[in-house]
Every structure is written in structure tokens, then in C-alpha cells.
């Protein structure tokens, strides 16, 4: 009797131990499809820096007829649209997230939780077919009268320069802006949740209105977790593909007017892989890939550990 | 304010207080009045441009996908965009097989990586690593998990190589971090001394997880792979280097080209004919009814189950 049981807790342990492995399994999938990432796109990369060498990042000229393969303007358009989104996405982001944890009744949180969370479910697609045959059309105009108002004044002239089509950088900025709204959003609202009660009550009973009491005590308790966010939405609207490919006007230029057709790193490996014969050009193509890769890699890597440690500084206090 | 101090209930006397206070409590309450508004102000402003879009796909979609009407989910796509009608077959087969082949693959793998994680590496080094990394590749855009497919996958096999199957991986890298994460928050949900009561009857760890904490968390974890399968089906950029470029409906996900409604969105939003256009207003269209009925579908699963655990 003894050794059957001793013969059942063997199998037993048999299972346990496999089925523990196969769950390990299935976590360090994701560690090698990281590093099999990393790796297979930097070994095709290799052609395409033989080519070009380190200049393909500082290089601002894409001519494959001429065998010049730079990656710069694409990377200045990569940084201008995800700034404009930000810049744009950030004020309304922490609105919605302020008015829905401080002012909305409780009836009108949940709706409104609802529709942020719907503008994540449209397919960035459809952002952009929506971009570049409803709204770029009815931006024309008005990227035309704004650049009117700015004609000639010192900085902003050139910010805000002459505008010939719809598709422009700021187009594209505007669409990314929609797009990582909701991320903003939403964890900006799980972070200002966790403000205790104390702090706002507290600042209230000091006599501070609504504004004060968010400025004092939400605001400055959940300024790590919100920068944590705002990078995550940062990460997002740079690596964002075929929304900004389809509204950005896809001509390489280094300029500082926001109402110019430009290109980004993602737009440009969508829009020319089709036309990609030849081994360099689809290898720099890849090497911009892995460019992309590094940078939304450096902004989530940094924007994970502020978010993590925030949340984690929170939890300890309450 | 001696009136405010003397004054054995303070609560009302606040009100006089704060408007005796002239010319300051004038500009806080503004700036507050003001602040409030502009709050109230960026959720109408989403809820508009949503709206927007909106009602932009259904009134420029709806007629293409309801004229002839079954003609649209039957026949395969116009082979030129100058062409008009209907036709998107060959697109939504495309999707649902390349959609559903990454979902066979990722959300078993997210399952098992994500009860690793809350089962047996909890507050260990690896796990945490391991949670950290899935953070990072949920951040890795989807261009690049479909440049990794082509590199590593495509390339090898050539031109065989593009179909749904490569599509489907790219896809797949695509919601594993996402199924992990939603599927280790909600084995968290599930209490220990569930857990405990099993193991001290004599089951084994294995058997713990497999029958009590799995069924438990089920409805959450089924939620979580359909918002994970919503997201990788409206994709676009991870199917441009895997799928290839067909026009007629293709169910095999392992050999011959394929296509999907993203694909097609992006085609035929790039030309400038008003068929071409129609028709992709018509798939974005298909593709949203699509994801809003997945992430409805999730929606009331985990509404659910908020509901059976809190009695």
C-alpha cells in the first residue's frame, strides 16, 4: 500500500513538474521572441550599414536610384508627429481622466470609460482612411488661414508655415493624437484612482476649490504614474504604422513647418516595401525598422519602470 | 471672519467666507469654473471626433456593403479598383482565418506564460524580468513584429512563404503580451484560500490550477483573448510583408497568398478612384462591426463576472 502510494505521488509529481514546465514554456516564449527580434532584424540590417555606414542615420537624403539610403528625415518625422500628438493627446487625456475621477457623478463614469475605451477598438486603418478622405480635405483650408495668421511673425512663421495640401505632419500628429488618447486616458484614471481620499478631503477642508485640491493633491500624487502614461502614448504614436503612412504625404523633408508633407520611419517601410527590389533597399528598409525598434524600445523600457514605480510607491502609502 | 470663528457650525459659514473674500475668491472660483469646464469640455470633444468617425464609415460604408445585398459577403474582390460594386469575400475570409489561426497559437501560450507567472514564479526574479519584458513587447510596434515575421519566417521559404499562416504569426506576437497580461490580472482576482482548500485536500498544484483557478478566472481570461483577438484584427502594418497581395478568397491559412480587410482598407484608401474608395469604406465598415462585436462579446463576459464574484 505504502509503495503504490509512493508510486502515485512519483506520477504525480511527474505531471506537476511537466505541466510547471510547459507553463515556463510558454513565458519564455516571450523573452525569445524578444531577443529573436532583436537579432534577425539587426543581422539584415548589416548590408544596408555596410552601404551606408553610420551616416545612414544622419544622412537626410532617401535616393535608392543614387544608392543613398538616409534615415534622417524619417526620423525627424517620426519625433515631430509623435511630439505633435503628444502635445496635442496630453490636455485632453488628463481631462478626460481628472473629469472622470474628480467632477462626474458615478452614474456618468462608466460611460464614459466606455467610449475612451471604443476609440482603442477602431482600427488604426480606419483612423487613417478616415484621415486622408474626410478630414485632410477640410484641413486644407484651414492649415491655410492658421499659417495666414502666423505669416511673419519670428517663430511661429516658421512653425506654422505655408500649407499646400492636407497631408502633413500635423495631419498625421492630429490622427496619432485621437489614437493614443485612450492610453493616456485610462492610465492616467487608474493612477489618479489610487489618490487618497485623505489628501483630497484634507485639501478641501482647507478651504481649496475643486481645481486647487486636483492641483495639490491629484496632480502631485499621481505625477510619476501620468508620466509613465504620457510615455507609453509617446511609444505608441511613434511605432503607429498605417494611420500616419496614409496621412503624412510620404516626401521626405527636414523642415520646420508643421503643415508640410513629410514622412516617418513606419510610413516609409509600409509605403516602399511593395517597390523594394533590390537587397540594399529592402535591407534599409529593415535597418529603419531596427531604429524604430530601438527607440520604442528605449521610451517603453523607461516608461514600464516609471509606471511600475509609481504604482508601487502608491501602494506602499495607502 | 471673527463671525466664521464664533460660529459653532462652520459648514455653512464657509459659503460667506469664501465670497467675502472679494477679488481673490472671484479669480479661484473662476480659474475652478474654469478648469471643471475644460474637463467636461475634453470628453465632449473625444466623444465628437469618435461620433465623427463614426457615423462617417456607416454613411459611406452602408451603402456599398447593403446594395445587391449578400452580393458583398459572397463574391470575391473587383480585380481592377476602377471597377464598381461590391465583392469583399476573399478580405473577410482572410481575416477571420489569419485572425483565428493567431489565436490558436498565442492565447494557449499567453495562458501557460501567464500562469507561470501567477502560479509558480510570483515575486521571483525570472517572473518579474519576465512581467517587465511582456510590458516592453506590448510595446513593440506591429511594423516591426510583421519586418521580424518576414526576416526570420518568409524569407526562408520565398515565395511560398506568403500566407495567412506568416500573418497569422505576426499577428500572434502581437497579442501574446496582451493575453498574458489580461490573463495573470485575472488569476490574481482568484482567491488563495480556494488555492489552499484544494491543495490540503491532497490535489496536486497542477491539478489546482487546471480545475479550480482556471474554470474560476475563465470568464475574465476569455475576455481579455477577445479584446487581444479584436486588436490583432483590425491590424494592418504586421499582414503588409506576410500575407502577400490575392483578390480571391483563399480558406487555406498554409499555402497561396491571402488578403484582409485592413489590407484592403489601406489598398484602396491610397487610390483615387471613387470605387476603390467606396470599397474601402465598406471593409472598414465590416472590420468595425467586427471588433465592436468581439469587444462587446468582452464586455459582457467580464461584466459577468464582476457580477459572481461579488456575490
Known sequence: ?318 | MTAVIDNTSPAPAMVPLLSDLSSVSGRRRNKNMVMTVLMGVSVVVVGFVLLLVLITVVRKGWSIVVSEFPKWFTKDIQLSPRRAGPGMKAAIVGTIVATATATVIAVPLGIAGAIYLNEYGKRSAFARTLRFLTNVMAGVPSIVMGLFIYVFWVVPRGVDGLNAFSGALALACLMLPIVVRSTEEMLRLVPQNLRDASLALGATASRTTLTVVIPKAAPGIISGSLLAIARAAGETAPLIFTVGAAKATNWNPFSGTNTSLSLQIYANAKESFPTAQERAWGAALTLIALAFLFTFGARALSGRLSRTTES
Open chain 1, 1 to 318: 500500500m505504502a509503495l503504490a502510494l509512493d508510486d502515485l505521488k512519483s506520477k504525480n509529481q511527474t505531471a506537476d513538474r511537466a505541466f510547471r514546465g510547459a507553463t515556463l514554456a510558454g513565458g519564455a516564449t516571450i523573452v525569445i521572441i524578444l531577443g529573436l527580434i532583436a537579432w534577425t532584424i539587426a543581422d539584415k540590417s548589416r548590408l544596408a550599414f555596410k552601404t551606408e555606414g553610420l551616416s545612414f542615420f544622419t544622412e537626410p537624403r532617401w535616393a535608392p536610384a543614387a544608392n543613398v539610403y538616409g534615415a534622417l528625415s524619417f526620423i525627424y518625422g517620426t519625433a515631430v508627429t509623435a511630439t505633435i500628438a503628444v502635445l496635442l493627446a496630453v490636455p485632453v487625456s488628463l481631462g478626460i481622466a481628472l473629469f472622470t475621477t474628480q467632477v462626474a457623478p458615478s452614474w456618468l463614469k462608466r460611460p464614459i470609460v466606455a467610449m475612451t475605451d471604443l476609440v482603442a477598438v477602431v482600427p488604426s486603418v480606419v483612423f487613417g482612411l478616415w484621415g486622408i478622405i474626410f478630414l485632410a480635405p477640410k484641413l486644407t483650408p484651414v492649415f491655410k488661414r492658421v499659417s495666414g495668421w502666423f505669416h511673419g511673425v519670428p517663430v511661429l512663421g516658421r512653425i506654422f508655415g505655408p500649407a499646400s495640401s492636407g497631408r502633413t505632419f500635423m495631419t498625421a500628429g492630429l490622427i496619432l493624437a485621437i489614437m493614443i488618447t485612450p492610453i493616456i486616458a485610462s492610465i492616467s484614471r487608474e493612477v489618479m484612482e489610487t489618490c487618497p481620499l485623505t489628501d483630497r478631503d484634507g485639501a478641501l477642508a482647507l478651504g481649496a476649490t475643486r481645481w486647487e485640491m486636483i492641483k495639490g493633491a491629484v496632480l502631485t500624487h499621481s505625477a510619476g504614474g501620468i508620466v509613465g502614461s504620457v510615455m507609453l502614448g509617446l511609444g505608441r504614436a511613434m511605432g503607429e504604422t498605417i494611420a500616419a503612412a496614409l496621412v503624412i504625404g510620404s516626401s521626405a523633408a527636414i523642415t520646420a513647418n508643421v503643415f508640410s508633407p513629410g514622412d516617418s520611419l513606419p510610413s516609409v517601410i509600409a509605403f516602399e516595401w511593395g517597390e523594394a527590389t533590390s537587397d540594399v533597399k529592402r535591407s534599409a528598409l529593415i535597418a529603419m525598422g531596427l531604429t524604430l525598434f530601438v527607440m520604442t524600445l528605449i521610451v517603453n523600457f523607461v516608461a514600464t519602470a516609471v509606471v511600475n514605480r509609481s504604482m508601487k510607491r502608491m501602494r506602499g502609502e495607502s
